[in-house]
C-alpha cells in the first residue's frame, strides 16, 4: 500500500506549472506526521517569480507557478494542481484518496 501512495506521491509531484502575479520564496517542506501522511521528503523550493522546484524523496523537478488569491496554481507538462496557502502561511496539498499534506516554510 505504501508504494501505491509514494507512486502518486510522485506523479503528483510532476504537476506544476503556470506563472504571473504574486511570487513566493523560500523552500516549504512536508510537515512530518501531519494529516496522517507519511513523510517522503516533499518539498517545494521557490526561486523566481514563477520558477520553482518540487522534491520528492531526493527527485527535484522543474515547474512553474502562479498566485490567484490563495490558490497556488501548479502546472508541469500540461497538468494543473491547484494548493491552498493557509492563513499562516503554509501550503495545503490535497492528493485524492490519500489525503493533504501541509507546507511550511523552512
Do not use: H, R
Amino acid at each position: 500500500m505504501f508504494k501505491k501512495y509514494l507512486s502518486l506521491l510522485v506523479i503528483l509531484a510532476v504537476f506544476f506549472i503556470s506563472g504571473c502575479g504574486k511570487s513566493l520564496s523560500g523552500v516549504y517542506e512536508q510537515v512530518p506526521g501531519d494529516k496522517g501522511m507519511v513523510d517522503v521528503g516533499l518539498a517545494i523550493e521557490f526561486v523566481s517569480g514563477e520558477k520553482a522546484y518540487m522534491s520528492v524523496m531526493g527527485v527535484k523537478t522543474e515547474v512553474k507557478y502562479s498566485i490567484d488569491g490563495k490558490n497556488l496554481k501548479i502546472e508541469n507538462a500540461g497538468v494543473n494542481q491547484i494548493m491552498t496557502i493557509q492563513d499562516d502561511g503554509s501550503i495545503l496539498y490535497p492528493i485524492p484518496m490519500v489525503g493533504s499534506v501541509v507546507f511550511k516554510k523552512k
